[in-house]
């Protein structure tokens, strides 16, 4: 389980999962201070994504792809 290299590769490969499946995708960002590292996560138990980084430029697109996500979970019908 690597890690993808670009974000553009990570955040279009992570809507592909969440539009997939969305009740089975998990999505978790974790931040390491010590390092000064964020990584990015997404699941669904067949697939996982992965990207790190340590670039401040990369917390917005990871807001924009976020709140993206957020959207199209709310859009849904159940």
């Known amino acids: 389980m690597g890690y993808i290299e670009s974000w553009e590769e990570f955040s279009k490969a992570a809507v592909r999962l969440h539009s997939q499946n969305p009740w089975k995708v ?18 669904d138990d067949k697939v996982c994504l992965k990207y790190q980084t340590d670039q401040l430029q990369d917390v917005k697109k990871l807001e924009k792809l976020s709140s993206s996500l957020m959207r199209n979970m709310v859009s849904k019908e159940r």
């Open 26 to 43: 998990r999505f978790v960002v974790k931040y390491r201070h010590c390092d000064g590292t964020l990584v990015c996560k997404m699941t």
